[in-house]
Nanobody
């Protein structure tokens, strides 16, 4: 069984930065991909960024050039560096990992960007 725990959310002013972490624990093997999603009140959950096992990354158009997803294999952790934050980035951010053919989700961390 694998558990994911997000951290790093909080309140930040527009233009500021935050780094989210998603730490995986448990029996971890055959990591396939790590993803960050977000869900704002009243909105559907949307994919923000994805990193695959080879290290390639893709981003939603709304965050390209501002967010960077990365992975530390030694720490079993996926990060989301968020710069130039905007009020519309306010949401609960969730990480998802595909490990050993299984799909795991964290419980989310709240990011609030004030104007």
């Amino acid at each position: 069984q694998v558990q994911l725990e997000e951290s790093g959310g909080g309140l930040v002013q527009a233009g500021g930065s935050l780094r989210l972490s998603c730490a995986a624990s448990g029996r971890i093997f055959r990591f396939a991909a790590g993803e960050w999603y977000r869900q704002a009140p009243g909105n559907q959950r949307e994919l923000v960024a994805v990193i695959i096992s080879g290290g390639s990354a893709n981003y939603a158009d709304s965050v390209k050039g501002r967010f960077t997803i990365s992975r530390d294999n030694a720490k079993n952790t996926v990060y989301l560096q968020m710069n130039s934050l905007k009020p519309e980035d306010t949401a609960v951010y969730y990480c998802r990992a595909l490990i050993g053919g299984m799909d795991y989700w964290g419980k989310g961390t709240l990011v609030t960007v004030s104007s």
